[in-house]
């Protein structure tokens, strides 16, 4: 199979969607980094659920303020206008329809929509924290994750097996192959790899991907 793209080309790709001045969440991890790829006279407002709103790049190593942290415990800085709250008053925003976007990884999302981010099964650390309120309550809903696991299985499939995080929540997954939106059911593929062909990244697709137009490269810069 041709190369892939990095996460950090996986988040920029999905930094370019991003509207000016979003409201915006970042799931814990891998998603955080698509905060460093707001293009050019865009700026998004990020959200953390433990009760930051506003909040700007991590500072220089050495220089962290360890009371200010996302909900991935990490250093954060602070933007002109940012506020503090309750952590109540934070999911408050999420599950009253106050965020345009969040961003979230996967082990699994169906053609359906359906998303399982939060356990690998019965041997795996129940930890859904707030991904069950983000997934229905931002306006919309976005998966940043590999196209396949460590070892070569799809993470797209036709139904998950993954115990699940939301039903029917995700519209767009940016995955280091392709950029595919659920609609009506069915993966429809709107960007690839130029160089892999649409059979390639259907056979480690576990789900029909649909087209509906031409197809565009997925170009990203090296990063």
Same mark, same amino acid.
């Given at each position: =199979?041709?190369?892939?793209?990095?996460?950090?080309?996986?988040?920029?790709?999905?930094?370019?969607?991003?509207?000016?001045?979003?409201?915006?969440?970042?799931?814990?991890?891998?998603?955080? =980094?698509?905060?460093? /790829?707001? $293009?050019?006279?865009?700026?998004?407002?990020? +959200?953390?659920?433990?009760?930051?709103?506003?909040?700007?790049?991590? $500072?220089?190593?050495?220089?962290?303020?360890?009371?200010?942290?996302?909900?991935?415990?990490?250093?954060?800085?602070?933007? *002109?206008?940012?506020?503090? /709250? +309750?952590?109540?008053?934070? /999911?408050? =925003?999420?599950?009253?329809?106050?965020?345009?976007? @969040?961003?979230?990884? @996967?082990?699994?999302?169906?053609?359906?929509?359906?998303?399982?981010?939060?356990? !690998?099964? *019965?041997? #795996?650390? $129940?930890?859904?924290?707030?991904? =069950?309120?983000?997934?229905?309550?931002?306006?919309?809903?976005?998966?940043?994750?590999?196209?396949?696991?460590?070892?070569?299985?799809?993470?797209?499939?036709?139904?998950?097996?993954?115990?699940? !995080? #939301?039903?029917?929540?995700? !519209?767009?997954?940016?995955?280091?192959?392709?950029?595919?939106?659920?609609?009506?059911? +069915?993966?429809?593929?709107?960007?690839?790899?130029?160089?892999?062909? /649409?059979?390639?990244?259907?056979?480690?697709?576990?789900?029909?991907? +649909?087209?509906?137009?031409?197809?565009?490269?997925?170009?990203?810069?090296?990063?």
């Amino acid at each position: =199979m041709t190369s892939k793209l990095s996460n950090a080309q996986i988040a920029w790709r999905a930094a370019q969607d991003i509207a000016d001045g979003a409201y915006v969440n970042l799931g814990i991890g891998f998603p955080e =980094m698509v905060a460093k /790829f707001q $293009p050019p006279g865009r700026e998004a407002v990020f +959200h953390t659920e433990n009760g930051v709103l506003g909040f700007g790049e991590a $500072p220089a190593p050495g220089t962290e303020d360890w009371d200010l942290i996302n909900a991935g415990k990490k250093a954060i800085t602070l933007k *002109p206008g940012a506020a503090f /709250f +309750h952590h109540a008053d934070s /999911f408050a =925003m999420v599950r009253g329809g106050h965020l345009d976007v @969040a961003i979230l990884g @996967a082990y699994q999302v169906a053609e359906t929509g359906d998303l399982a981010n939060w356990s !690998t099964g *019965p041997k #795996g650390v $129940p930890a859904v924290g707030g991904a =069950m309120d983000l997934v229905h309550g931002a306006k919309r809903v976005a998966v940043i994750t590999d196209h396949v696991t460590k070892d070569g299985k799809p993470k797209l499939l036709q139904a998950c097996t993954l115990p699940l !995080t #939301g039903v029917g929540c995700v !519209t767009r997954v940016y995955t280091s192959l392709a950029v595919i939106d659920i609609e009506d059911g +069915h993966f429809v593929l709107r960007e690839k790899l130029p160089a892999l062909s /649409f059979d390639d990244l259907q056979a480690v697709t576990g789900a029909t991907l +649909h087209l509906d137009g031409a197809v565009a490269d997925l170009i990203t810069p090296e990063l």
